[in-house]
């Protein structure tokens, strides 16, 4: 099967865990739009959806699924969403598509994450794929300057502005360790927005794109 197969496997593999009458909190990627497809089927079924991007927002009302702000849920049920990299601990490097603040914070909101990802996402130790952080444009080079103190090696994400008005910094050559030490440690930065650790609220479930079909690991 090739990636996307395996992106859209896991993307209607998750509908099972839509309950009806339920806001779903949505996430943002190409794994996230295979998700809204599959739930575009139960419209009309579920109160709607809270988004964590521009993008998904636009997506989800082109299927006529009301989108609701953040503020107006208390919590979600489930909060669905890819990953640029899991480890086994379900802890993830996430914001490949600069949408990282808003998924944390839905993450946060949600009882259960659920992670979607293809096989390739998987890895022993987080850290090859580059860590973005959303930073405040004022403090990039500032901030820059901190994270070549912890061994990174940064790199301005040109022409990306993301949903808040913030840049992203990726920041390569790193081997994380101690996930949980190091999104402490990044979130400490003055400027730093947040960092596309997700180690502190890992996932609940994660779906598994494989060629041997979806694999559930909890
Ligand atoms: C966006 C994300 C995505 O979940 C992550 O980049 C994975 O994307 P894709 O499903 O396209 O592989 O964190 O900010």
Same mark, same amino acid.
């Given at each position: 099967m090739t990636q996307d197969e395996l992106k859209k496997a896991v993307g209607w593999a998750a509908l099972e865990y839509v309950k009806p009458d339920t806001i779903v909190g949505v996430g943002t990627g190409s794994t996230a739009s295979h998700f809204i497809d599959a739930l575009a089927t139960m419209k009309g079924k579920i109160e709607g959806a809270v988004s964590s991007s521009e993008a998904s927002t636009a997506k989800l009302k082109s299927y006529g699924i009301p989108v609701f702000d953040c503020?107006?849920? $208390?919590? #979600?049920d489930i909060y669905v969403d890819g990953a640029d990299e899991i480890n086994h601990q379900m802890q993830m490097i996430k914001g490949g598509g600069a949408a990282l603040t808003r998924e944390k914070i839905i993450a946060g909101v949600a009882k259960t994450f659920i992670c979607i990802v $293809? *096989?390739?996402?998987?890895?022993? %130790? =987080? +850290?090859?794929f580059p860590l973005p952080i959303e930073v405040i444009p004022m403090a990039r080079s500032y901030v820059a300057r901190e994270l070549v103190k912890l061994g990174g090696l940064p790199e301005y994400r040109e022409n990306v502005v993301t949903d808040n008005g913030n840049v992203i910094l990726d920041i390569y050559n #790193?081997? %994380? =360790?101690d996930p949980i030490a190091l999104e402490n440690k990044i979130n +400490? %930065?003055?400027?730093?927005?947040?960092? *596309? =650790?997700?180690?502190?609220r890992g996932a609940d479930i994660v779906l598994m794109g494989t060629d041997n079909g979806v694999k559930t690991i909890k």
């Open positions: 503020n107006e849920v $208390d919590t #979600l $293809d *096989g390739s996402k998987q890895v022993d %130790i =987080l +850290g090859k #790193l081997n %994380i =360790l +400490g %930065i003055p400027g730093v927005v947040t960092v *596309g =650790l997700f180690a502190n």
